[in-house]
């Protein structure tokens, strides 16, 4: 099965500065990576998603890129600010196939310093 | 709030005790996931179904069960043989086969007592 690594397990930046996650997996047949966020005690939520048919994706201060031959996707947020303190997580899926759903990373817990 | 609505919040079990812990969704989704949640362990997958009377284990299910009777409801027993139940519990849905990933009910955290 899908096996995804995520990197790092904290993260801690300065106010405005950017952050970067990474994340590789293993089943060469995932084409669909989506990102979310987690703040303390809430749901996830998706900010972001991917499809191995584009190599990059931004949506205001995020973006995501992959590198399908890698086989690793990261997660880059620029100008970063105290309400992007959370964790991440990325995750791996097969559109149209994988019963079992999304595969996650164990999670980056992002912290901003002020 | 978000389509997918788990109750209760918190839940406190006794040594020996079943409790359930409840999962519905207005999202007309056919596929339905929970996933535990611990500190450091990222989100593991107890059992998901992607059809009404249909489920499958996922990699940690020893303890666990779970029915779906209805497509809008999925709910998680946590019985007595689950040693170590103190957790985050997360249900999730998503439409089967799509690409739009999951959304996420807020979640019931259960303590032993």
């Known amino acids: 099965g899908e096996n995804v690594e995520q990197h790092p397990s904290t993260l801690s930046v300065q106010e405005g500065d950017s952050a970067v996650i990474k994340c590789t997996y293993s089943?060469?047949?995932?084409?669909?990576f989506p990102w979310y966020k987690q703040e303390l005690g809430k749901r996830p939520q998706l900010i972001i998603d991917?499809?191995?048919?584009?190599g990059e994706k931004k949506d205001q201060r995020i973006a995501v890129t992959l590198n399908k031959t890698a086989k690793h996707f990261s997660l880059h947020i620029t100008e970063t600010q105290p309400e992007d303190s959370a964790v991440y997580f990325c995750?791996?899926?097969?559109?149209?196939?994988?019963?079992?759903?999304?595969?996650f990373g164990k999670g980056t817990h992002l912290i901003i310093q002020p | 709030d978000g389509g997918i609505t788990q109750s209760p919040k918190y839940l406190f079990r006794k040594e020996g005790q079943n409790v359930t812990l409840s999962c519905e969704q207005n999202?007309?989704?056919?596929?339905m996931y929970w996933y535990r949640q611990d500190p450091g362990q990222g989100l593991r997958l107890i059992y998901y179904?992607?059809?009404?009377?249909?489920?499958q284990k996922g990699d940690i299910a020893e303890g666990y069960s779970v029915s779906r009777e209805k497509k809008e409801s999925f709910p998680l027993t946590v019985t007595s043989a689950q040693k170590n139940p103190t957790a985050f519990y997360l249900c999730?849905?998503?439409?089967?086969?799509?690409?739009?990933?999951?959304?996420f009910g807020s979640g019931t955290r259960l303590t032993v007592v």
């Open positions: 995750a791996a899926s097969i559109i149209g196939g994988g019963a079992d759903g999304l595969t």
């Open positions: 089943d060469s047949a995932s084409n669909y």
């Open positions: 999730a849905s998503s439409i089967v086969q799509g690409d739009y990933g999951y959304t």
């Open positions: 991917i499809r191995s048919n584009v």
């Open positions: 999202l007309n989704h056919d596929a």
């Open positions: 179904s992607q059809i009404v009377n249909d489920f």
